[in-house]
């Protein structure tokens, strides 16, 4: 006898406890006991009914870079993580969205240089939005933008460039990214891509 199997008898005798108290018992207060358990073994009976789904954790999927021959092959491989394992689409949509809760990302790839999206990626307090729309000590605005090459995102070098491949595939844009710039397994990894000419920290100010 399975689980559910073993529960849907307990709601049973739930509602069915719930129906002898109100057909023997003359008690107000019993009554009204036995009404509580018909709806609460009701509830559960139409929630076993659901059918059950594990919830597991989304499958790893680990990009071969020998496969990888062109920037359009990146662009595909961006738009997986995109939807997978970078959990972008969480938050971001492409396109107006009602449900989206940061920017959306249709055309960021025609507005953003690559250097900068890799920036924004990593290091996304790196611009401090100011509000000075009253007096005193203007309130900051920190991103929410989590970092995506740390836990418990975790993507990759190769991952994040595949990304800003596929945003500038998705925008229309030639892609900047090349194969090239990859890390195969083994090597020591290549330089490192060149950031935005920024300071650590600056600061953008609202009007």
Same mark, same amino acid.
């Given at each position: ?61 680990? %990009? ?21 394992? &970078? ?6 949509? %492409? ?40 007096? &005193? ?48 397994? &083994? ?21």
């Amino acid at each position: 006898m399975s689980e559910v199997v073993k529960l849907q008898l307990i709601g049973l005798s739930v509602v069915g406890s719930g129906i002898l108290i109100l057909l023997f018992i003359r008690s107000q207060f019993l009554r009204v006991i036995g009404f509580v358990f018909i709806v609460l073994g009701l509830f559960s009976l139409v929630a076993l009914a659901v059918p059950q789904m594990a919830s597991l954790p989304p499958a790893e999927e680990s %990009i071969d870079i020998a496969s990888i021959k062109t920037p359009a092959d990146m662009a595909s491989i961006g738009q997986k993580v995109f939807f997978s394992k &970078g959990q972008c689409a969480l938050c971001h949509s %492409i396109g107006p969205s009602e449900s989206a809760r940061c920017p959306d990302l249709k055309g960021i790839g025609a507005k953003l240089s690559r250097e900068f999206i890799f920036e924004s990626l990593t290091q996304p307090q790196a611009y401090i939005y100011l509000d000075y729309r009253h007096e &005193g000590i203007p309130k900051e605005y920190p991103a929410r933008m989590p970092y995506i090459n740390k836990d418990p995102i975790g993507l990759s070098k190769n991952e994040i460039l595949s990304i800003i491949a596929f945003l500038q595939q998705m925008s229309g844009e030639p892609i900047s990214v090349n194969p090239s710039e990859l890390e195969m397994p &083994g090597k020591a990894p290549a330089a490192p891509v060149k950031t935005a000419e920024a300071a650590p920290v600056a600061v953008a100010q609202a009007q």
